[in-house]
């Protein structure tokens, strides 16, 4: 395993923010992932696990070893009359997985196309969008316990899902890594396009036949209008979590901004986190060289210069905004480090 010092993070996160790590290394497999484990205990600095960087906000130099998951493999693992068990390494970037899915006509996670990332995130975050969550697809996943060393198995119920949330963001943060995760994938597809534009996408392109691959396309397409390439213009998707209120506070908003989009789900209303910046004016806004994307305000973005402390700043300076507006607190998907 090679170790560099002082390497900087820039080709290592979406935000294109240049902050150094004191330490780094790339794990290509199990031993790797425990050489960083303990490498790390040696030199006395925690260890800071990085996939794609499409989750992270970079506000200073790291005084840590940052491991780089790239454990790699896509295989069957089981074969049901049904379904498929497939198992992936962690560091498998999730778009290209998905590409892989399609290309076998291994359905359920092409609603998912297009988000950044890795594998080994996907659980972590319960990554979502069109209307599938990867809580629908997961079988069960593989991690290395920090202090033990031990690679232990978490089933469905283990992980604790949640609206972006996970077991290993809670109550078991920063004590295990992940290095593989096994789905369950349908032979025979269940379609959904009622989220989102994906039905209206679907008809302008003008695909008449339902497909995991027309399916995926549409969810593409919107995906690309929509949000910026981070290749192009540094950012990490969403920034912000879509808020759930109350049926009651939703009620007495609705009456005050009647064009307020809601929906409902476990523990009240969900309203788009979206809906509620561009409404409180701060769409396109640019702050030299940070801003908020002139289409979709849900994505903070560095337009090539900018800081992870000037980001940071803006993000605060939104959600107290949108707070004193509409009296609902927007919480971050991004991890600020």
């Not at 800071?48 to 491991?67: F, H, K, M, P, R």
């Not at 032979?187 to 497909?211: D, R």
């Not at 979590?241 to 609705?254: A, F």
Request: net charge negative; glycine share 8%.
């Amino acid at each position: 395993m090679n170790i560099q010092e002082n390497i900087s993070l820039l080709p290592y996160n979406t935000f294109g923010i240049d902050k150094k790590a004191k330490f780094f290394s790339v794990a290509e497999s199990i031993d790797d992932v425990k050489n960083a484990i303990e490498g790390a205990k040696s030199k006395d600095v925690s260890l800071i696990v990085l996939g794609g960087g499409s989750n992270i906000l970079l506000t200073q130099d790291i005084d840590a070893w940052v491991l780089k998951i790239e454990l790699k493999g896509i295989e069957i693992t089981q074969e049901k009359d049904g379904y498929l068990q497939v198992a992936v390494g962690a560091g498998e970037v999730w778009h290209d997985f998905v590409m892989h899915c399609i290309a076998n006509d291994w359905a359920g996670v092409e609603n998912l196309s297009l988000i950044p990332g890795t594998v080994g995130a996907s659980p972590m975050q319960n990554i979502g969008a069109y209307g599938i969550e990867i809580k629908e697809v997961f079988d069960k996943l593989e991690a290395i316990n920090r202090a033990t060393l031990a690679l232990e198995t978490f089933d469905w119920d283990s992980c604790k899902f949640g609206y972006r949330e996970s077991v290993f963001k809670n109550e078991l943060k920063d004590q295990y890594i992940i290095t593989k995760v096994y789905f369950k994938l349908d032979k025979t597809p269940k379609f959904n396009v009622s989220y989102g534009a994906i039905a209206e996408t679907l008809k302008q392109m003008g695909n008449t036949t339902l497909s995991i691959r027309s399916i995926s396309d549409a969810v593409i397409q919107i995906r690309q209008q929509k949000l910026p390439d981070p290749k192009v213009i540094g950012n990490a998707g969403s920034f912000f979590k879509n808020p759930t209120i109350s049926t009651d506070q939703y009620d007495e908003l609705k009456e005050k901004y009647s064009s307020i989009p809601g929906y409902p789900v476990e523990g009240g209303i969900k309203v788009p986190a979206a809906w509620l910046i561009e409404q409180d004016g701060w769409k396109g806004k640019t702050f030299g060289s940070i801003g908020v994307h002139k289409n979709q305000p849900l994505v903070l973005v560095n337009y090539g210069n900018g800081d992870g402390l000037e980001i940071a700043k803006l993000s605060k300076e939104i959600r107290t905004s949108v707070f004193n507006k509409f009296g609902i607190m927007l919480h971050p998907e991004v991890n600020f480090l």
